[in-house]
């Protein structure tokens, strides 16, 4: 597959062109997710660390930090992403840092299969993935989220403030299915919320075969409005 669309269009491969610019919104959420990354690898304890990643894109905002992180070789690492340009270009990101413990697989992000054998996780990354989905589906993914979820893993998640905001909403759900916040992004700092929260409950089994998302996609939901999750 040379390139893949949604049902509108967008070229995912062709988005990512926005964090390349520094006043982009996307490149200052982009930056604060990558500070929050660090910040969890820091206060990881010793020995092996284990991370996923939800429709990983390229994975710009973990593999760079991991580049460049006293923890690298610690970190095993799976971003799952469905289009295969972006995972093409994943894996040259890998290569060129000698990231030998990390891997891009081309996957449905969507369905838990895509997850085993690289679970639980201390680290869990939902970046740029509620924004795409309706608002039913973002508390059903929250509740899903245990099963890939270590004692005490973080979850690092994203979702733009486009009227009507959801993020108020996305905090509680967290707090509903067992996580505390451990960071979110003030209100009204930036067009997306970033928040950081902890799971405070005993890892849940992974259930092969299950949908945590349908993937909408942000210019379904809000009818061509140009603001991606």
Not at 11 to 20: E, F, N
Not at 38 to 65: F, K, M, N, T
Request: aromatic content about 6%; some cysteine.
């Amino acid at each position: 597959m040379e390139k893949r669309e949604d049902s509108v269009g967008r070229d995912w491969a062709a988005w990512h062109g926005s964090y390349d610019d520094p006043a982009s919104a996307l490149a200052r959420r982009l930056h604060t997710v990558r500070q929050r990354v660090g910040e969890v690898l820091d206060r990881a304890p010793q020995g092996p660390v284990i991370a996923v990643s939800l429709c990983a894109g390229q994975g710009r905002d973990l593999l760079d930090v991991l580049a460049r992180h006293p923890r690298r070789d610690d970190v095993a690492a799976r971003l799952v992403e469905l289009d295969e340009r972006n995972v093409r270009l994943a894996r040259a990101m890998i290569d060129a840092a000698d990231l030998v413990n990390v891997e891009a697989v081309a996957g449905d992000a969507s369905r838990t299969d895509a997850y085993a054998g690289a679970v639980p996780a201390d680290l869990v990354l939902v970046c740029g993935v509620f924004g795409n989905l309706a608002d039913a589906d973002v508390e059903r993914t929250i509740s899903l989220l245990p099963q890939l979820c270590a004692e005490g893993a973080h979850v690092v998640w994203t979702r733009n403030r486009q009227p009507p905001d959801l993020t108020p909403h996305v905090r509680r759900w967290f707090e509903k299915h067992g996580f505390e916040q451990v960071w979110s992004s003030p209100p009204g700092e930036s067009a997306y919320s970033v928040g950081v929260h902890r799971y405070l409950g005993e890892p849940v089994p992974l259930e092969r075969g299950v949908r945590l998302f349908t993937f909408v996609g942000y210019d379904n939901l809000r009818q061509g409005e140009a603001w991606p999750g």
